[in-house]
């Protein structure tokens, strides 16, 4: 079954995934919070992140850099002067809107007006008559460059030299480093920085439940290598990067590859891909794949007046390494997880029940810890609980009927119920139940962990 956008934001709220940020003040637009389940997937999502392109992999290491960096480091890459939409108000309705996302959504994705210059893009929306998707009007204020840069001041002057900006992309704080990282870790090229972090841009559309927000987290990879290199370890990144999303569960159909044209690379491009995701709405972005050359390193090094440029040991060669960059957003991870994982499973005639099938590495919780009756079996079951909390992330659940309570345990995905019962009083015995087949067996107590960490290596 195929969850539409509102069932999936209704499911994310009545299990404490996702909240509308700030509701109690009637919510701020765009702005998610993620309850107890919500940072759990989340957490489990980075460190799986972290542990495949940068912990236990030897090409890697990993930074953590600021997120206010020095002003000039936007001005050198360009998104001061150039990271801008172009942007149309409806007279009628007020609605903002994207002059190119106009031309697709009109067009049915027919029409691609990205790169257009604007008078372009004016005069297609005029000729074609495309109204307003708000309020149907024809009544749009001519095309605006929108600079998407969160600006704010720091310290406590107000003069323009005090501009900050909050970064838009971890990535610039890699490049910054890269020189610092190469010669205390003693990487030498090829080599990977990873950093996960905050990023935020002042988007003018922003939508579909997590999927585009303006405070984001980011999961960047900047793979440095010799020039000349670059596409082959472009093709390495690209496959790599793909046998991650399988490792998270994502299906092979939810999946699909747009290769950017030659003419509609970035001037600094000689390569990039983005992995779609079959979001309720089609396919969209789900991670970029870039190889940018030696574009950001050379801008830094102009700018900056440091030499940036790699010594090679073994030929005496000095370079600016080109690079290599898989651009992967946390929440868009998320929500393409829950969408492939979440399904309305038949287990009898007359009963269904909601099922999360995630992986067990990912599953905010691995194990519910369930009295049969709470009344007689509390108190051991508390005591199970304590022994598993050791070595697992453990939720304790004695409201309601046992049945709800396995129910709500698939729902969240859950991997395991241990179930305590009249018998477990009397010989240390439990149940342990697994979510997709629904199969129980019984298990001494004494053998409980062990079992348990095997079966959720599977
Ligand atoms: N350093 C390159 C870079 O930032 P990008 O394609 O602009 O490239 C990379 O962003 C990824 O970050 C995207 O593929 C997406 O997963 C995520 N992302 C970008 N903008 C986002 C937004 N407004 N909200 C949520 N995720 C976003």
């Given at each position: 079954?195929?969850?539409?956008?509102?069932?999936?934001?209704?499911?994310?709220?009545?299990?404490?995934?996702?909240?509308?940020?700030?509701?109690?003040?009637?919510?701020?637009?765009?702005?998610?919070?993620?309850?107890?389940?919500?940072?759990?997937?989340?957490?489990?999502?980075?460190?799986?992140?972290?542990?495949?392109?940068?912990?236990?992999?030897?090409?890697?290491?990993?930074?953590?850099?600021?997120?206010?960096?020095?002003?000039?480091?936007?001005?050198?890459?360009?998104?001061?002067?150039?990271?801008?939409?172009?942007?149309?108000?409806?007279?009628?309705?007020?609605?903002?809107?994207?002059?190119?996302?106009?031309?697709?959504?009109?067009?049915?994705?027919?029409?691609?007006?990205?790169?257009?210059?604007?008078?372009?893009?004016?005069?297609?929306?005029?000729?074609?008559?495309?109204?307003?998707?708000?309020?149907?009007?024809?009544?749009?204020?001519?095309?605006?460059?929108?600079?998407?840069?969160?600006?704010?001041?720091?310290?406590?002057?107000?003069?323009?030299?005090?501009?900050?900006?909050?970064?838009?992309?971890?990535?610039?704080?890699?490049?910054?480093?890269?020189?610092?990282?190469?010669?205390?870790?003693?990487?030498?090229?090829?080599?990977?920085?990873?950093?996960?972090?905050?990023?935020?841009?002042?988007?003018?559309?922003?939508?579909?439940?997590?999927?585009?927000?303006?405070?984001?987290?980011?999961?960047?990879?900047?793979?440095?290598?010799?020039?000349?290199?670059?596409?082959?370890?472009?093709?390495?990144?690209?496959?790599?990067?793909?046998?991650?999303?399988?490792?998270?569960?994502?299906?092979?159909?939810?999946?699909?590859?747009?290769?950017?044209?030659?003419?509609?690379?970035?001037?600094?491009?000689?390569?990039?891909?983005?992995?779609?995701?079959?979001?309720?709405?089609?396919?969209?972005?789900?991670?970029?794949?870039?190889?940018?050359?030696?574009?950001?390193?050379?801008?830094?090094?102009?700018?900056?007046?440091?030499?940036?440029?790699?010594?090679?040991?073994?030929?005496?060669?000095?370079?600016?390494?080109?690079?290599?960059?898989?651009?992967?957003?946390?929440?868009?991870?998320?929500?393409?997880?829950?969408?492939?994982?979440?399904?309305?499973?038949?287990?009898?005639?007359?009963?269904?029940?909601?099922?999360?099938?995630?992986?067990?590495?990912?599953?905010?919780?691995?194990?519910?810890?369930?009295?049969?009756?709470?009344?007689?079996?509390?108190?051991?079951?508390?005591?199970?609980?304590?022994?598993?909390?050791?070595?697992?992330?453990?939720?304790?659940?004695?409201?309601?009927?046992?049945?709800?309570?396995?129910?709500?345990?698939?729902a969240i995905g859950t991997p395991?119920?241990?179930?305590?019962?009249?018998?477990?009083?009397?010989?240390?015995?439990?149940?342990?139940?697994?979510?997709?087949?629904?199969?129980?067996?019984?298990?001494?107590?004494?053998?409980?962990?062990?079992?348990?960490?095997?079966?959720l290596k599977k």
């Amino acid at each position: 079954m195929k969850y539409t956008l509102d069932q999936l934001n209704a499911y994310a709220k009545r299990y404490g995934f996702i909240y509308q940020g700030s509701e109690i003040y009637g919510g701020l637009a765009n702005t998610w919070d993620y309850g107890p389940l919500g940072v759990a997937l989340k957490k489990n999502i980075k460190n799986l992140w972290w542990e495949v392109f940068v912990s236990k992999n030897p090409n890697n290491v990993g930074i953590d850099s600021s997120i206010l960096l020095n002003p000039k480091t936007w001005e050198a890459t360009g998104h001061v002067s150039g990271f801008k939409d172009p942007l149309m108000d409806c007279k009628i309705c007020k609605a903002r809107h994207r002059a190119d996302n106009l031309i697709a959504r009109a067009t049915k994705g027919a029409v691609d007006a990205d790169g257009w210059d604007y008078q372009t893009m004016q005069d297609y929306i005029t000729e074609h008559k495309i109204n307003c998707p708000n309020c149907g009007g024809f009544d749009y204020t001519p095309i605006r460059e929108f600079n998407m840069m969160f600006k704010t001041k720091q310290g406590v002057t107000t003069e323009s030299t005090s501009d900050i900006y909050l970064r838009p992309e971890t990535a610039q704080g890699i490049f910054l480093n890269f020189k610092n990282v190469q010669r205390t870790s003693r990487m030498k090229v090829p080599f990977g920085i990873g950093q996960i972090g905050k990023s935020f841009r002042n988007e003018i559309t922003p939508g579909n439940f997590i999927f585009r927000t303006r405070e984001f987290e980011q999961m960047e990879l900047e793979f440095f290598c010799k020039p000349g290199t670059e596409l082959e370890w472009f093709k390495y990144w690209k496959q790599f990067s793909l046998d991650f999303l399988t490792k998270v569960g994502l299906k092979s159909e939810s999946i699909k590859l747009y290769d950017h044209p030659e003419e509609k690379l970035s001037f600094y491009s000689n390569a990039t891909t983005d992995v779609l995701f079959n979001y309720p709405w089609g396919f969209d972005e789900l991670w970029g794949i870039a190889s940018r050359t030696d574009f950001d390193l050379r801008r830094h090094q102009e700018y900056s007046g440091h030499d940036l440029e790699y010594l090679d040991p073994q030929t005496n060669e000095s370079y600016l390494p080109f690079v290599i960059e898989p651009a992967l957003g946390v929440e868009r991870l998320l929500l393409a997880i829950i969408i492939d994982s979440l399904e309305e499973e038949q287990i009898n005639e007359n009963e269904t029940r909601t099922l999360l099938r995630i992986s067990k590495e990912l599953a905010p919780i691995k194990i519910a810890v369930l009295p049969l009756v709470k009344k007689y079996q509390g108190e051991k079951s508390k005591a199970v609980y304590q022994q598993l909390i050791e070595d697992f992330e453990v939720s304790y659940d004695d409201s309601g009927n046992i049945g709800r309570r396995y129910r709500r345990a698939d729902a969240i995905g859950t991997p395991y119920c241990v179930t305590i019962d009249q018998q477990t009083l009397e010989d240390d015995t439990v149940t342990v139940r697994e979510r997709d087949s629904m199969l129980q067996i019984r298990l001494s107590l004494t053998k409980l962990n062990e079992y348990l960490r095997l079966e959720l290596k599977k």
